[in-house]
């Protein structure tokens, strides 16, 4: 399954046991009791019977999962009474679960604990729904507003179990099913008097949207995060997302205009950056526009060294080694404590070095072998000194662990002929296999 973006990593909830799990039976008669009473002109405009009836609906959502818990281990389901079923191992987007089936739903572990609750027989069609309905009325009809920090409550309730219900959907790959949950999950979050709006929800619904096709309404629902909540994901992924609903549904004039609104927001946003070249170029149209919209944002912060990374990134993607080598250095000029410059140059060197090192591979002429060959060890010999220097500076160790593969795969190719190259491929090569630095 394709791995889905930072704002929607998957997580499991970690609920805590619930002790008054009320059995099947006993749940759906409290729902249809409180119903009943719902129906009664004389009770409607009670407050407290919109609240037992959401709760109701609340505890029939639970009911089928029995006494369980996502995040709960074996040891701690046997301490509350729950007998283990019959094993079966299944694969899920490519990871494997261990699915235990029970009359009303189904669990999936992974290194014993449980990960996933698969309702199969739900006690009432759409629990949630019916839930969120009642609370509405409950708000509405408590005019004195008593039970607002009660209804608040549950509506965060509600909405959380509409992103577990997301979550699962993702999971089993079922990505409109997904985006209907996170939809759900945030248009709940909005109801007052919700404490908070979950834009996360919102972009979710979206962005799984968009992985089902849905592109009107991954279209909406992108928009409607920009303008209302000036929410536009993890490093401007909202504009790169809603430039390829643009370019599938060929409305090539909005194209442009949303990567540019982009790239003038996050212009060290890469998927922005990418999307804007790309069009570009597949457009021909004149690249200096790129440029032109980097120098308005230098002129606005002339000591932002990142612009100059983005600059280097923007020759890069053109195959202009020389003006992004350019662009690398002054960015590490402005700002020598800033690792980006530094690797962004190491990446350059690098990919040029595997750039060539094919050209030389297919070259059947031996002199012009020879060149291609000089000039792979030059521009591989080039990136070890920007890649040691960001190697030394950063002080994220995943960032330094990323570094040092490039950095062991660098010295390799020199270690027979220099000790001091062996010495640092063994130590790179320690530092990538044990993924960390000490």
Request: net charge negative.
């Amino acid at each position: 399954m394709k791995k889905i973006a930072l704002a929607l990593a998957l997580a499991a909830s970690v609920l805590s046991l619930n002790a008054q799990v009320k059995s099947v039976s006993q749940a759906k008669a409290a729902v249809d009791k409180a119903k009943e009473v719902s129906l009664n002109p004389k009770k409607a405009g009670n407050v407290n019977t919109w609240l037992k009836l959401g709760q109701s609906y609340l505890d029939a959502y639970n009911a089928p999962q029995g006494e369980a818990w996502v995040g709960a281990s074996k040891q701690d389901l046997a301490l509350v009474g729950v007998k283990p079923g019959t094993p079966e191992e299944v694969t899920i987007g490519g990871e494997t679960y261990i699915k235990e089936v029970y009359p009303t739903c189904n669990y999936y572990f992974k290194n014993d604990v449980l990960n996933i609750i698969e309702v199969t027989s739900p006690v009432v069609d759409n629990p949630l729904g019916g839930a969120f309905e009642a609370f509405k009325e409950a708000y509405k009809v408590d005019t004195k507003k008593a039970k607002t920090a009660d209804i608040a409550k549950a509506f965060e309730t509600i909405s959380q179990k509409y992103v577990d219900q997301g979550y699962n959907a993702y999971t089993f790959g079922d990505y409109a099913k997904a985006s209907e949950y996170f939809e759900n999950a945030a248009n709940v979050s909005a109801t007052a008097p919700s404490p908070a709006v979950d834009t996360n929800s919102f972009y979710n619904a979206a962005l799984t949207a968009w992985m089902a096709k849905d592109y009107d309404k991954a279209d909406r629902i992108f928009n409607f995060c920009l303008d209302e909540f000036k929410y536009s994901g993890n490093d401007g992924d909202v504009y790169a997302k809603l430039a390829d609903i643009y370019e599938k549904t060929e409305q090539k004039d909005k194209v442009k205009a949303i990567l540019e609104r982009g790239f003038s927001e996050y212009p060290q946003s890469q998927a922005v950056l990418i999307g804007l070249i790309n069009y570009y170029i597949v457009n021909n149209e004149d690249t200096s526009r790129l440029f032109q919209l980097l120098e308005s944002a230098k002129q606005n912060e002339p000591n932002n060294a990142s612009l100059w990374y983005v600059e280097g990134n923007v020759f890069k993607e053109l195959g202009k080694v020389d003006e992004a080598v350019a662009a690398y250095r002054k960015c590490s000029e402005i700002s020598p404590d800033y690792e980006y410059g530094y690797i962004g140059e190491g990446i350059l060197w690098y990919n040029n070095a595997i750039d060539l090192q094919e050209k030389a591979a297919n070259e059947m002429d031996d002199a012009k072998y020879e060149v291609l060959a000089k000039q792979f060890e030059e521009s591989l010999k080039n990136c070890i000194k920007p890649f040691q220097t960001a190697f030394d500076l950063t002080k994220d160790n995943s960032l330094k662990v990323s570094i040092a593969e490039y950095l062991k795969n660098a010295c390799y190719r020199f270690a027979s002929e220099d000790e001091s190259y062996k010495a640092a491929y063994d130590r790179y090569a320690k530092i990538v296999a044990e993924g960390r630095v000490d």
